[in-house]
Nanobody, 117 residues
């Protein structure tokens, strides 16, 4: 059974940084597009950032220049470095693994990030 386990969430003041990590198991990690999504309170889940198996990255406009996604295929982990955090970044952040050719789509359980003074 595929597992994606997020860690690193918490409460942080505006302007500070936080680093989220996602550890994957029982998955051919290097073949998957890995992504971070978030669901703010009362809103729908939205894309934050993705990194393909080839290392191409994409970001939501709202986080460009502040967040950086990175992957380590040897360790089967994907990280999200979040800098200059804002209150509107408050959300539950989810790790996602997707491979279209096999119609595989897996989600972690989510980790809460709260940005507040």
């Amino acid at each position: 059974q595929v597992q994606l386990v997020e860690s690193g969430g918490g409460l942080v003041q505006p302007g500070r940084s936080l680093r989220l990590s996602c550890a994957a198991s029982r998955i051919a990690f290097s073949l998957y597009t890995m992504g971070w999504y978030r669901q703010p309170p009362g809103k729908q889940r939205e894309l934050v950032a993705t990194t393909t198996s080839g290392g191409t990255t994409t970001y939501a406009d709202s986080v460009k220049g502040r967040f950086t996604i990175s992957r380590d295929d040897a360790k089967a982990t994907v990280n999200l470095q979040m800098n200059s955090l804002r209150p509107e970044d408050t959300a539950v952040y989810y790790c996602n693994a997707r491979r279209l050719v096999s119609r595989s789509d897996y989600w972690g359980q989510g980790t809460q990030v709260t940005v507040s003074s």
